[in-house]
């Protein structure tokens, strides 16, 4: 049996909710964002619920980035660096980012990905608080995360120290040893959402600085890095920011510290002149000073694309479309599929939960692949959640409604038996 689960906030205006598919129709014919979709091209019968994991391809980007092969690489050779603006993009598209996020202009740059970012601002955390040895973070972090830090510490061999904590004791583990808590502000299998602010506060009461990866955030639930003070961030270009696969990350240093940090990777690009080529290294003013090597020109063009759809809808519109997508959908794989044994193992509360929705159930893998076969994309994640991400921008309520007639299909005529769908591939 499922979890008892409470009546979603005002889904069904306190009564109950209606059985016909006209409901869903309903909510998409007053979606102030309906017009979004129009923006992407998705294919066919397919209802996309992994835009968390890689976000679909906007209708904008085939043309941009036929002009930045044809034109600019093609025809404008090395001068479109200048030409073109490409020494600029990563700051530029930083920029575009920074008002998802609750940053200001200057504060957020492209670069890298979301682990070698990690690794950047921990080695960099770590430098600005010296006497104190220790990275905090808890033990359901995203594994890049724990990775990530776990080496910085072995290579500083003794001088620093990763202590990984169940959620629940973070804040009394908070001490005069931890330079930097870093955390990801939503779960990335559960949606959990961590209270930024109050975390943020609690490091800074405790003396700490604290790095915040909002993969799961970014372009889906709003952030204010300013509101909370918060003092780093990273996060994916290539999730509900809608980059393409293998996107370039980003990084956010807050402007007062930007001055004293740097960057352990002293690339040229993070050079105050590189074309001075000078052998002495002396790091950019602001957040450019994170750069490293050269910026993957064509990748970080259609990021921008993604960027500036997201940006232009604002951050407010998509939070609220994507709390009644995920409302719709808890109420209604409670009332559909009750007799599967679905337990939610996402928070109840819209307020504690990000844009994605997950159920355990034993038998996980071989629903979700049943599912895809039948166009409706989800994804596993070990060891029993089937994940499924609600991205705002171009899901319709008609699709959460179809997805779950989908799930109820499959489980009532077990077509997740089928012993081809057990087979693992190598992603999940
Ligand atoms: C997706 C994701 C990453 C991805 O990192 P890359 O190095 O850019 O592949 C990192 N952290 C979290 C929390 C994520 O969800």
Request: with cysteine; hydrophobic share 45%; proline share 6%.
């Amino acid at each position: 049996m499922c979890r008892s689960l409470g009546r979603g906030n005002d889904a069904s205006a306190g009564g109950e909710l209606p059985r016909q598919r006209a409901h869903a129709e309903a909510l998409d014919a007053t979606d102030e964002l309906a017009a979004l979709r129009q923006r992407f091209l998705l294919p066919e019968g397919v209802i996309y619920l992994d835009g968390n994991s890689l976000g679909p391809l906007p209708r904008s980007v085939p043309e941009r980035l036929a002009t930045v092969v044809a034109k600019e690489w093609g025809e404008g050779l090395v001068t479109s660096w200048n030409r073109h603006g490409w020494i600029d993009a990563p700051l530029r598209v930083g920029d575009a980012i920074a008002p998802l996020i609750g940053a200001r202009a200057g504060e957020v740059v492209v670069a890298d990905s979301v682990s070698v970012n990690l690794f950047k601002l921990l080695a960099a955390a770590l430098a600005l608080r010296p006497g104190r040895s220790v990275i905090l973070t808890e033990r359901e972090n995203f594994p890049t995360d724990l990775y990530v830090a776990q080496g910085l510490v072995d290579l500083l061999g003794g001088r620093a120290r990763l202590h990984v904590v169940e959620r629940e004791h973070l804040a009394a583990a908070l001490d005069e040893q931890v330079a930097v808590l870093a955390l990801s502000h939503v779960d990335f299998r559960t949606g959990e959402m961590h209270d930024l602010a109050a975390l943020t506060a609690a490091a800074h009461r405790a003396g700490a600085l604290v790095l915040w990866d909002l993969s799961h955030s970014a372009g889906a639930v709003p952030v204010d890095l300013e509101g909370a003070d918060a003092d780093l961030a990273v996060g994916c270009g290539y999730k509900y920011l809608n980059g393409g696969p293998g996107a370039p990350a980003f990084a956010f240093v807050a402007q007062r510290l930007q001055g004293a940090l740097r960057s352990p990777i002293r690339g040229w690009m993070g050079h105050a002149a590189p074309f001075e080529f000078s052998t002495r290294y002396r790091p950019a003013p602001g957040v450019a000073r994170l750069l490293a090597g050269t910026p993957p020109i064509l990748s970080v063009a259609t990021l921008e694309e993604g960027v500036t759809l997201l940006a232009a809808a604002g951050i407010e519109p998509l939070r609220r479309k994507s709390v009644a997508l995920t409302e719709l959908f808890i109420d209604l794989v409670a009332r559909e599929c009750e007799a599967w044994g679905f337990e939610l193992a996402s928070p109840r509360s819209p307020a504690r939960r990000g844009s994605q929705v997950a159920w355990r159930h034993p038998h996980a893998y071989p629903i979700v692949q049943a599912l895809i076969r039948r166009g409706v994309i989800g994804d596993f994640r070990a060891p029993d959640l089937l994940r499924f991400g609600f991205a705002p921008a171009y899901l319709r309520f008609q699709d959460v409604w179809d997805a779950v007639q989908h799930l109820r299909v499959v489980m009532e005529e077990e077509a997740w038996r089928a012993p081809e769908l057990a087979v693992r591939g190598k992603v999940t």
